[in-house]
């Protein structure tokens, strides 16, 4: 007997995207051997990056953006002496240096790069550019102009020396930081120039390698005898996105006016004392991200979640 299309699964995935696969494609593949109604992911990882791709299914996709904003972690390798076209391997070389960088004078100039910095962005990269993707411009032939903007790096440290030709280093930051470019700047700070040659992403907001779980592994639990609960398995709940900010203990009661859009009032000795960004759980269930303001919390978005996880039907 067919399945039915499309179930309503509600969580998150950690996904260790491989090399070689857009975020796009690991996301369908996902939603696929789930049978999801709605999938998305929360950061795009190059076909040539690998690691934490966190994907959204069903209600957790209404807190993509909480992930989008989180912190990263990523630990990439650079080659010294060329630049490329694309800051990685996949472009043209555009120039060269024979100079090659010792230890000292790599871990002398990263403070350089560390705190508040600007950063010029790739040509090749997805801003758009009077409506059009810079990637876009520059695969034409045409040279984009790529304005520098502010971005948050909090550590960046030399992993490993590889002889004199490449180093690995790991880089926290922040939203927008594009490792590509830091690379290249890094190589130009040193004189000898530089490229990506390999970049891995470590933590993404509450995501880290740690929880996350290879396409290869999916599949073969998409194929097991208890298939259905190993996948529900690994699934992490829809307020994951959610670390950051305070949650609140609320009623049946309470949980059936947020549903409706409507405030509700936080009283009583236990009441929190709280103001800002906060989530309500009715028991296990999540019902509405919202700010609470003078006791009142009201909420912005409302999760359409059924107590108890239903059960993943899978697309054989």
């Known amino acids: ?160 020396m590889i002889e004199e030709d490449a180093s690995i280093f790991e880089a926290t930051c922040g939203k927008g930081t594009y490792i590509r470019a830091l690379g290249r700047d890094i190589g130009r700070e040193l004189g000898c120039l530089g490229h990506i040659t390999s970049l891995r992403r470590l933590k993404s907001g509450p995501f880290a390698a740690a929880m996350s779980i290879s396409l290869e592994k999916l599949r073969e639990l998409s194929h097991s005898a208890a298939a259905e609960h190993m996948l529900q398995q690994q699934l992490h709940p829809v307020e994951t996105a959610l670390d950051d900010i305070p949650a609140l203990a609320i009623t049946e009661d309470h949980a059936a006016r947020l549903r409706l859009g409507q405030s509700i009032l936080l009283k009583g000795r236990d009441a929190p004392i709280i103001a800002g960004p906060a989530y309500a759980m009715a028991g296990s269930t999540i019902v509405a991200l919202g700010e609470v303001s003078r006791g009142e919390f009201k909420p912005s978005r409302v999760f359409n979640l059924a107590e108890g996880k239903p059960p993943v039907q899978l697309n054989q």
């Open 1 to 160: 007997m067919a399945r039915k299309r499309g179930e309503p699964i509600d969580g998150w995935l950690c996904l260790d995207k491989p090399l070689e696969l857009t975020s796009t494609k690991a996301v369908a593949i996902v939603r696929h051997l789930f049978n999801a109604k709605k999938a998305g992911h929360a950061g795009t990882l190059d076909p040539l990056a690998s690691g934490v791709l966190p994907i959204a299914l069903g209600e957790a996709t209404k807190t993509v953006s909480h992930v989008q904003d989180g912190g990263k972690i990523y630990q990439f390798e650079v080659k010294w002496g060329a630049e490329t076209s694309t800051d990685d391997l996949e472009g043209e070389i555009t120039a060269t240096s024979l100079k090659r960088p010792t230890r000292e004078e790599i871990e002398e100039i990263l403070a350089d790069f560390t705190g508040t910095i600007l950063q010029t962005p790739p040509a090749f990269s997805a801003i758009k550019i009077n409506g059009e993707r810079a990637y876009d411009l520059a695969r034409s032939g045409e040279t984009p102009e790529m304005k520098p903007r502010e971005i948050r790096i909090d550590d960046l440290k030399l992993v490993e």
